[in-house]
């Protein structure tokens, strides 16, 4: 089983700043089959970037996946109000299709 | 639009089952894997279960593997969960999702069911 480490836990930044967000990997994620998600209280999570860096229909270019065998990085380049919220990885190559543990992004 | 409605949810007691629904709309449902992912209350997300568009792959997380079971009747559009011996860590909203392709990744989500164990 894949285990996925997501850092830092909690992430304090003001609208406007730059959010970088990791996921780490135990063991290399087959074709970058690497998910990010976005989830609010009392919503479901919503699908930002698949396949390690491809944005899924409709999310703002401001989103931006990378990285590739077992280290995988989401960026925000400039935070806006709505995007406070807690993110996580997900690995889809093998099974189980396991999630990281999310990392809250507040407003600081 | 594409829509995925769970139903099914509620109070079981300890070692009691309870079967979810799942209702897909305003997509070719019989094209499409899907997935069971739940949450417990103030946590993170747990993926359950997936199975193949044509029911002929399945997996289960370690957690739930010989107490659930996942299938689906593409003819009625649906995704079914059915919850045996359930135990007060099952309590969690329980999502079903939508594959963007042939494993992945979660693309639409239902809003989730709640499922609460407790006596």
Redesign the interface.
């Known amino acids: 089983?894949i285990v996925l480490t997501q850092s830092p836990g909690t992430l304090s930044l003001s609208p406007g700043e730059r959010a970088t967000l990791s996921c780490r990997a135990s063991q290399s994620v087959s074709s970058s089959?690497l998910?990010w998600?976005q989830?609010k209280p009392g919503?479901?999570?919503?699908?930002l970037i698949?396949a390690a860096s491809s944005r899924?229909p409709g999310i703002p270019d401001r989103f931006s996946g990378s990285g590739s065998g077992t280290d995988f990085t989401l960026t925000i380049s400039r935070l806006e109000p709505e995007d406070f919220a807690?993110y996580?990885c997900?690995q889809?190559?093998s099974?189980?299709?396991?999630?990281?543990?999310?990392t809250k992004l507040e407003i600081k | 639009e594409v829509q995925l409605v769970e139903s099914g949810g509620g109070l079981v007691q300890p070692g009691g089952s309870l079967r979810l629904s799942c209702a897909a709309s305003g997509f070719t449902f019989s094209g499409y894997s899907m997935n069971w992912v739940r949450q417990a209350p103030g946590k993170g997300l747990e993926w359950v279960s997936y199975i193949s568009s044509g029911s002929s792959t399945i997996y289960y997380a370690d957690s739930v593997r010989g107490r659930f079971t996942i299938s689906r009747d593409n003819a009625k559009n649906s995704l079914y969960l059915q919850m045996n011996s359930l135990r007060a860590e099952d309590t969690a909203v329980y999502f079903c999702a939508r594959d963007k392709g042939l494993r992945g990744p979660h693309d639409f989500w239902g809003q989730g069911t709640l499922v609460t164990v407790s006596s």
């Open positions: 089983e089959y998910a998600y989830q919503q479901a999570p919503r699908l698949y899924a807690v996580y997900q889809y190559g099974s189980p299709h396991s999630f990281g543990q999310g």
